[in-house]
């Protein structure tokens, strides 16, 4: 494509970076170079540390869990997320996916399904779509073996997370996921895939309901966690 046809189209259909609204230059997808380089990475030290690790690691065996990148205030990735989940944007979800995918290759296994985190119908009929499920796709792009699952749902509306005290968001996400059809899950590599982590309540469920089905083993991935809690 041709610059005049660029700029033409820039000025019809403008596209801007996720997280500083910059105009995008022609090979910029999403995010701008700048924001690009600034993405908050974790690091493995810091993995250990992640409050939602220490939860679940000491009550399961996870095969995985990897948070990518550091969720704070207004940093790069709290504005993706954002942009993900509140400005109708499902390609932020994808390159999210592929980046995960990128990273997560060689410690998933080939042949392992991966399940995103279900939003009550209502909601998702809200947003027209589900972030994590963007973020899944991304990542089965990036590594074509892996297989989707939509077999897990939600069972109730929770009411807001952030309006409660931290216990009862804990005892609000018990059994709140139903499982459809077990054999999508029986002895497979089951990988859980989040936008964002926070406490690890929700995926403590999500763990306590798939282990209904015996899978091979579970893990978990997120796009982003914050750091603390
Ligand atoms: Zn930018």
Not at 6 to 26: E, G, H, I, W
Not at 131 to 146: A, D, F, N, P, T
């Amino acid at each position: 494509m041709g610059n005049l046809v660029y700029d033409f189209l820039q000025l019809v259909y403008p596209r801007n970076c996720t997280a500083c609204s910059k105009a995008l230059q022609k090979e910029e997808h999403v995010l701008c170079t700048t924001c690009f380089a600034d993405l908050p990475w974790f690091s493995l030290g810091e993995m250990e540390r992640n409050p939602a690790y220490l939860v679940l690691s000491s009550l399961y065996d996870l095969s995985i869990f990897y948070a990518m990148l550091r969720y704070a205030d207004q940093n790069v990735s709290q504005r993706m997320i954002q942009s993900l989940k509140y400005k109708d944007d499902p390609q932020v979800g994808f390159l999210l996916g592929q980046l995960l995918g990128r990273r997560c290759k060689n410690k998933i296994a080939k042949d392992a399904v991966l399940l995103a985190i279900p939003l009550h119908s209502t909601k998702e009929k809200i947003r027209g779509y589900n972030q994590s499920e963007e973020i899944v796709k991304g990542m089965q792009y990036e590594c074509l073996s892996w297989q989707i699952t939509t077999t897990v749902r939600r069972k109730v509306n929770t009411v807001t997370q952030t309006k409660k005290s931290r216990a009862e968001r804990w005892e609000n996400v018990a059994d709140i996921f139903e499982i459809q059809d077990m054999s999508e899950l029986q002895a497979k590599h089951v990988v859980i895939v989040d936008d964002v982590i926070t406490t690890g309540s929700t995926i403590l469920s999500m763990i306590k309901c798939i282990m209904l089905a015996n899978p091979k083993s579970i893990g978990v991935v997120t796009a982003a966690s914050p750091s603390k809690i």
